[in-house]
């Protein structure tokens, strides 16, 4: 069940519930989970990291790049002295033999450096799903303890959106916005940021 659903659930058993009697007041508190989850320092740290590792991947790929173009030029050389008139059969055929054996090295290159690519990048992202995952579970268990600690009835994400990309949440009376005090909790111990160029 995805997150959308989950809030679309929550918000269904809600209208359900509902006290036939206004004596019985429900006690209900919002959060914005987009705010929680970008503004946590681990996500930023998170990101932080997946950079230098993506960095790391363009830069392998860049000097693989470097090696495919160099064998290019030599490639065009060969073609230039192919094309000479005066060379010999003997020449030729010892030029184009070469010529040949540059080529299925610069495809087989190119095919290792795509399949490269593609593995780091995929397992990169995988990476990056799973700390998401678990940072978004840290943060949701946060909104628990907290909805359990004050004893709200309710707690709704105002950041979630409905399948017609409408927030879902449009309106609630005396509810409580416990996205602050709950990002101050998770920042709490966040490192001092770094001066830029600073190590």
Same mark, same amino acid.
Request: proline share 3%; no cysteine.
């Given at each position: 069940?995805?997150?959308?659903?989950l809030t679309? #659930?929550?918000?269904?058993?809600?209208?359900f519930?509902?006290? #036939?009697?206004?004596? =019985?007041?429900?006690?209900?508190a919002?959060?914005?989970?987009?705010?929680l989850?970008?503004? &946590?320092?681990?996500?930023?740290?998170?990101?932080?990291?997946?950079?230098v590792?993506?960095?790391?991947?363009q830069?392998?790929?860049?000097?693989?790049?470097?090696t495919i173009?160099?064998?290019?030029?030599?490639?065009?050389?060969?073609?230039?002295?192919?094309? =000479?008139?005066? %060379?010999?059969?003997?020449?030729?055929?010892e030029?184009? *033999?070469?010529?040949q054996?540059?080529?299925?090295?610069?495809?087989? %290159?190119?095919?290792?450096?795509?399949e490269f %690519?593609?593995?780091?990048?995929t397992a990169?992202?995988?990476?990056?799903m799973?700390?998401m995952?678990?940072?978004?579970?840290?943060?949701?268990?946060?909104?628990e303890?907290? #909805?359990?600690?004050d004893? &709200?009835d &309710?707690?709704?994400?105002?950041?979630?959106?409905s399948?017609?990309?409408v927030?879902?949440?449009l &309106?609630t009376?005396? #509810?409580? =916005?416990?996205?602050?005090?709950?990002?101050?909790?998770?920042?709490k111990?966040?490192?001092?940021p770094t001066?830029e160029?600073? *190590?």
């Amino acid at each position: 069940m995805t997150f959308r659903q989950l809030t679309l #659930a929550a918000a269904t058993a809600l209208l359900f519930s509902l006290p #036939a009697t206004a004596q =019985d007041k429900l006690k209900i508190a919002t959060v914005d989970m987009q705010t929680l989850f970008k503004q &946590y320092h681990r996500t930023t740290e998170a990101q932080r990291e997946v950079n230098v590792e993506r960095a790391k991947i363009q830069q392998n790929n860049n000097e693989r790049l470097e090696t495919i173009r160099a064998l290019e030029g030599e490639l065009q050389g060969l073609r230039k002295q192919l094309d =000479d008139p005066s %060379l010999s059969d003997k020449r030729k055929q010892e030029l184009f *033999k070469d010529f040949q054996m540059k080529t299925q090295e610069g495809v087989a %290159l190119d095919r290792e450096r795509r399949e490269f %690519l593609q593995r780091r990048n995929t397992a990169l992202n995988e990476k990056m799903m799973q700390k998401m995952r678990g940072i978004l579970e840290e943060i949701r268990k946060l909104v628990e303890d907290r #909805a359990k600690s004050d004893a &709200y009835d &309710y707690v709704f994400d105002k950041s979630g959106l409905s399948t017609s990309q409408v927030p879902f949440l449009l &309106y609630t009376k005396d #509810a409580t =916005d416990i996205t602050a005090g709950l990002l101050g909790v998770l920042n709490k111990d966040a490192p001092a940021p770094t001066p830029e160029g600073g *190590k």
